[in-house]
């Protein structure tokens, strides 16, 4: 069954133009012009994947990313006319996994949408179960779960990047090993996209997220998780 994605945007040009590059690649597309829109689309129509353009009349693309996540761990691409790094980093922040700059190029945007759809599960693991702190982390179930029981809540890219730190414990993973092992991305990836998620992820797993004790930054190298 082909994948379902929701467009978001509301110039009807750069909208229509984006589905009919999609639909080339074999995506099913519905489309919204506003996130009010949007949001009652997918609740009707549950979909693989949602673009949402930052710039929407009423509801702004960052509530929308925020209500959408609220709603489900469904991957989201942000598309922006703006690559200034406080607007990337708040999209971002909101919830969305990834973002494009317009003008994009077609066939760029179909290899993001790709390699996100690819990794909604986590992949070569050595083990089942993963230990540290006070958390259990359970690949092949999608759990992240505290010793007193609850579960920590995480999208799928926040648990993907958790699931490729713990594989490697102890062990500095640059942000290009991340970008390419969690995101399925090489040359066109963006470092801040690893910044944001391990911030976000700090929220959900430290005690004090501005003194990390498990996800650590190494300066200069990368990231580990500490074991």
């Not at 999208?155 to 942000?175: D, M, V, W, Y």
């Amino acid at each position: 069954m082909p994948n379902r994605i929701l467009i978001v945007e509301d110039d009807e040009r750069i909208r229509s133009s984006m589905r009919l590059s999609l639909e080339q690649e074999g995506y099913v597309i519905d489309e919204a012009s506003s996130g009010e829109i949007a949001l009652d689309l997918f609740r009707d129509n549950p979909h693989d994947l949602a673009l949402v353009d930052l710039m929407l009349p009423g509801m702004d693309g960052f509530e929308c990313c925020r209500a959408l996540r609220r709603d489900a761990a469904v991957p989201i691409i942000m598309v922006t006319a703006r690559n200034q790094t406080n607007d990337v980093v708040a999209g971002l922040e909101a919830g969305a996994d990834d973002y494009v700059t317009k003008p994009f190029i077609p066939k760029e945007l179909a290899a993001r949408i790709g390699a996100l759809l690819r990794r909604v599960q986590p992949e070569e693991l050595a083990d089942d179960l993963f230990r540290f702190g006070d958390f259990e982390l359970l690949p092949e179930q999608g759990i992240l779960r505290h010793r007193d029981g609850m579960i920590v809540h995480c999208t799928r890219t926040e648990f993907r990047l958790l699931c490729e730190l713990a594989a490697h414990p102890n062990k500095i993973l640059s942000r290009e090993h991340l970008l390419e092992h969690v995101w399925g991305y090489d040359y066109f990836g963006d470092s801040r996209l690893v910044d944001v998620h391990v911030r976000r992820l700090r929220t959900k797993i430290e005690p004090d997220a501005a003194l990390p004790t498990y996800l650590q930054t190494v300066r200069g190298m990368g990231y580990k998780l500490v074991v």
